[in-house]
């Protein structure tokens, strides 16, 4: 089972863009789904983005193209999350997860926060 580790997060003023980084240790076998999802305070947590080993992307609706996924066919264990045109309501803790056919794991989670 493989470890993820997120980066990228921070403060970032209305209007401004940010890229998550996740970087998944150890070996990948088999079909397997890369994802964003975010939690913000008091509310669950949502899917974001999501994209299979195959590189097809899957998008929630609140992203309406302001986000794009990616996961470079060089390094099949990193995955990034482009964030353009954030808001307020973008602020949350936003993790990275990989689902295979054997299991599932989340990364530690990285601060998304944006404030004027």
């Known amino acids: 089972q493989v470890q993820l580790a997120e980066s990228g997060g921070g403060l970032v003023q209305p209007g401004g863009s940010l890229t998550l980084s996740c970087e998944a240790s150890?070996?990948?076998?088999?079909?397997?789904?890369m994802g964003w999802y975010r939690q913000a305070p008091e509310k669950e947590r949502e899917m974001v983005a999501t994209?299979?080993?195959?590189?097809?992307?899957?998008y929630a609706d609140f992203v309406q193209g302001r986000f794009t996924i990616s996961r470079p066919y060089a390094d099949d264990n990193a995955v990034y999350l482009q964030m353009n045109s954030l808001n307020p309501d973008d602020t949350a803790v936003y993790y990275c997860?990989?689902?295979?056919?054997?299991?599932?794991?989340w990364g530690p989670g990285t601060q998304v926060t944006v404030s004027s």
């Open positions: 997860k990989i689902q295979t056919r054997e299991y599932e794991s």
């Open positions: 150890g070996s990948i076998f088999g079909f397997n789904v």
């Open positions: 994209i299979t080993s195959t590189r097809t992307p899957v």
